[in-house]
């Protein structure tokens, strides 16, 4: 396994949108190990392929405390929206930001496991709130889109600071 580079915010590359997966191989496994691991050593709650610079509909998800409820969902869809939750939240691509964004409360999501076989999930709370978030990266789309033009200004050039000093 490997440790992936995760994309950093307002790099634009993590504004492409995602392509469906055809086929589910050894590749596609390798991916979400290597970001598995890369979630883990972050750490974090979540993962887009997209924010490893790969452009296909993959993401991860532990909500756990023990790192011991990996869920993979390829080609994800959203079937069902239910509620409105307002949650407090953060991205690997945006370290050190948080902010609140409202959500539906609870989901239901059809995927594609890492063995290729389709499961439907009804998802509430948390593992809800990642699940939009996830794929919102996949339609090359990030938290911070949904503050203020204020907020927005604010956060990028704090990044864009810390990016230079990091350089
Ligand atoms: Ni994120």
Redesign the pocket.
């Known amino acids: 396994m490997a440790i992936l580079e995760i994309l950093q915010y307002p790099d634009t590359r993590l504004n492409t949108p995602a392509l469906r997966v055809e086929k589910i191989d050894a590749g596609t496994r390798k991916l979400v190990d290597d970001m598995a691991e890369t979630m883990y050593s972050a750490p974090g709650v979540?993962?887009?392929a997209t924010?490893v610079d790969v452009h296909r509909q993959i993401i991860i998800i532990d909500v756990s405390e023990d790192h011991s409820d990996l869920r993979v969902f390829i080609n994800p869809e959203i079937t069902r929206r239910e509620g409105v939750a307002m949650n407090q939240e953060g991205?690997?691509?945006?370290p050190g930001i948080y902010d609140n964004v409202e959500r539906a409360e609870s989901v239901t999501v059809t995927a594609l496991d890492r063995n290729g076989s389709r499961f439907t999930l009804n998802a509430s709370g948390l593992l809800a709130t990642c699940i939009q978030?996830?794929m919102d990266?996949l339609q090359g789309k990030?938290?911070v889109d949904y503050l203020s033009e204020v907020k927005q200004n604010r956060v990028r050039t704090k990044l864009k600071k810390r990016q230079r000093k990091a350089a």
């Open positions: 979540g993962l887009a924010q991205c690997l691509s945006v978030h996830e990266h990030i938290f």
